[in-house]
């Protein structure tokens, strides 16, 4: 039996007959007839986290996962701001989550009741659309009521995908479940404009006839041009003039600055929005960026390019550096080891050292929550991940971050294809490379938080299988261990490193470059 919510009931509907397969459901009671309906729901999977924060990470993981959208269901009041995060996440990574929230009626907003604050546009910018539902009490608010959950779940999949908010008023008695069968909703359909063909054949033709082109994917990794444009320097033959940039953040700021200096860029974007990351934009186009970079690989295969080849040379020499490198024991041995090892398998990385260091050894794509670089969801998008994916999973990510959002693994779901490399240096190294910090006495205690913490605690109290590693062997043998124990539960490998080798392991890696001069 339904909830005997009519509201509740249209969106459950409509929920079920857009496609969507699952949902993190937090608790509370003003939520609970919406819950309740999708537990209720044959076509539904819930998931049940506690913590909001960690519960819109762990939607936004699934979504990444399955491609589709995932629902976090929350109640009434903070528990809505408490999704912030990981809604802004999704904004700029174009993940279509739908936050669906419990609200009071309108007439008791700022009455001081309980639990209660202005919800309809709570999450503003960071969502493509907000709604907030009728309760419907005839057949004018019913179709009303339809209308904007279809519209926010069009929404959530219009231009590459998004977040959306629906806000869901619901008048007491909460707890009646008395309806039998979902109403029969009405599915409004969407189609999205493919990019024509012959808008695509003419950024396919100014690419191959540019003289120096580069093509800029979207992916949350460049993998070495960090290195490569630090080697490069002011060499003015390998600066491009033309940039095609396929949308998603880039890592590494001195590639952006490298990038300025090109005549022109071209964006291909799903929104159609002006994001002059280059400052040198001339061309927008709305489309789907991945197939335009596709399409542009393919031609270059046909018509090799004399710039591109020797981009591609100069990436591959350093390649060959990367690994020949031998790094001090520190996090950078570590991700070399693990991504020397760990295949083709789903791998995330924490935003700070992690994914810089992804960046020099991964040579596949990987996950990073680099649409607004917070530390606080990583783990929790990971979880999220794995628990709708038989594939193993793995979370590679900085001891900040991970005890930040310890709650991630406060979770009866999660299985043994969680796997964490989690790399505890005693704070956020990363303020140990920033040039001049140094000079300030605040910066280890308070600017990069030093602690003496370890996960094992974390990990007896979750049921995590831990195991740790304090020097080059036990790294090597950890490692091992992660990527290959069978375990019905996840596991965690922690890696005690020191921020100073960590920063000289990076440091000594670019010196090691420079003097190879792997330029040809
Ligand atoms: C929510 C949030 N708060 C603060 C920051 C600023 N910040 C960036 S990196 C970092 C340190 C991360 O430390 P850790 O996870 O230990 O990684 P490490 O730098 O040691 O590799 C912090 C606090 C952030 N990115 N996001
Ligand atoms: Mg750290």
Wanted: charged share 20%.
């Amino acid at each position: 039996m339904y909830s005997n919510k009519e509201n509740v009931n249209i969106l459950t509907a409509l929920l079920v007959r857009h496609g969507v397969q699952c949902a993190v459901v937090c608790p509370g009671s003003r939520n609970s007839a919406i819950v309740h309906n999708l537990h209720e729901c044959p076509d539904i999977q819930c998931f049940p986290v506690t913590d909001e924060r960690s519960a819109g990470f762990y939607a936004l993981g699934m979504a990444q996962a399955l491609r589709k959208p995932v629902v976090v269901c929350v109640t009434s009041g903070t528990a809505l701001l408490n999704l912030a995060p990981a809604v802004a996440e999704a904004y700029y990574q174009h993940i279509p989550l739908v936050a669906v929230s419990a609200d009071r009626p309108p007439q008791w907003i700022d009455q001081l009741d309980g639990q209660t604050l202005p919800q309809p546009d709570a999450l503003g910018r960071f969502v493509r659309k907000a709604v907030s539902l009728p309760e419907p009490t005839d057949a004018d608010t019913r179709w009303y009521c339809n209308r904007l959950v279809n519209e926010a779940l069009i929404a959530a999949r219009q231009c590459g995908g998004g977040p959306v908010h629906i806000n869901v008023p619901i008048t007491e008695p909460l707890f009646e479940y008395t309806v039998a069968e979902l109403p029969q909703e009405r599915l409004i359909e969407s189609v999205a404009a493919d990019m024509s063909p012959a808008t695509l054949s003419h950024v396919t033709r100014m690419f191959l006839q540019a003289k120096r082109p580069m093509l800029i994917t979207g992916q949350p990794m460049n993998p070495l041009l960090d290195e490569a444009v630090s080697l490069v320097g002011e060499d003015e033959t390998y600066i491009p003039d033309f940039v095609l940039y396929i949308g998603g953040s880039i890592v590494s700021k001195r590639l952006k600055r490298f990038l300025r200096k090109a005549k022109e860029t071209w964006v291909v974007n799903a929104t159609g929005e002006v994001t002059d990351t280059f400052m040198n934009l001339t061309h927008v186009f709305q489309g789907d960026g991945e197939a335009v970079a596709d399409h542009i690989r393919f031609m270059l295969v046909m018509e090799p390019h004399p710039f591109v080849q020797q981009w591609d040379a100069l990436l591959a020499s350093i390649r060959q550096q990367a690994e020949a490198y031998e790094p001090v024991y520190s996090e950078m041995a570590a991700v070399k080891y693990f991504e020397h090892h760990v295949g083709d398998a789903e791998v995330h990385y924490a935003n700070s050292s992690a994914i810089r260091l992804a960046n020099i050894f991964a040579q596949h794509p990987v996950w990073c929550n680099r649409g607004v670089n917070g530390i606080e969801g990583s783990l929790s998008t990971a979880a999220g991940f794995s628990c709708v994916t038989s594939k193993p999973v793995f979370c590679v990510i900085g001891d900040l971050s991970f005890f930040y959002d310890q709650n991630a693994l406060w979770n009866q779901n999660l299985k043994g294809n969680l796997r964490i490399l989690l790399l505890n240096n005693g704070k956020g190294g990363i303020f140990e490379m920033l040039p001049g910090l140094e000079q300030s006495p605040a910066r280890d205690a308070f600017v990069a938080a030093e602690h003496h913490t370890s996960a094992e605690g974390i990990c007896q109290e979750n049921d995590i299988v831990y195991l740790s590693a304090s020097d080059m062997p036990q790294m090597r043998a950890g490692i091992d261990t992660l990527l290959n124990i069978e375990s019905s539960r996840p596991v965690l490998l922690e890696v005690f490193t020191s921020p100073s080798p960590d920063a000289t392991a990076l440091q000594s890696f670019f010196m090691f470059l420079d003097k190879k001069d792997v330029r040809t």
